[in-house]
């Protein structure tokens, strides 16, 4: 069974960065799509970004847009998060996640879209 390993969480103040890394155990994984979530303490785990490699093409929640970007290498199947302007709201863990098909190619944004999950990654701001 093919694993997610995230990377990159940490401690940072808030106006801060992280980048967070996300690569497949086996390297001859192949998806069509990669995403981003997050579940902050007492919520519900939520959308951030995600990509797809055909296309190019790139998705954000409103919370994060213009703050965030996903990125990452189609043929080794990693992808990347670069969190710029941090603030202590964006405190979760943060969770990579895989799709394998275009099922459900138009919900990105939605979790029963991707078939494999990572452990995931605390990352914490403080104000």
């Known amino acids: 069974q093919v694993q997610l390993v995230e990377s990159g969480g940490g401690l940072v103040q808030a106006g801060g960065s992280l980048r967070l890394s996300c690569a497949p155990s086996e390297r001859t994984f192949s998806t069509y799509g990669m995403g981003w979530f997050r579940r902050a303490p007492g919520k519900e785990r939520e959308f951030v970004a995600a990509i797809t490699w055909s296309g190019g093409y790139t998705f954000y929640s409103d919370s994060v847009k213009g703050r965030f970007t996903i990125s990452g290498d189609n043929a080794k199947s990693t992808v990347y998060l670069q969190m710029n302007s941090l603030k202590p709201e964006d405190t979760a863990v943060y969770y990579c996640?895989?799709?394998?098909?275009?099922?459900?190619?138009?919900?990105?944004?939605?979790?029963?879209?991707?078939?494999?999950w990572g452990q995931g990654t605390q990352v914490t701001v403080s104000s």
């Open positions: 996640a895989a799709r394998t098909s275009r099922r459900n190619a138009g919900y990105y944004s939605r979790s029963f879209t991707y078939d494999y």
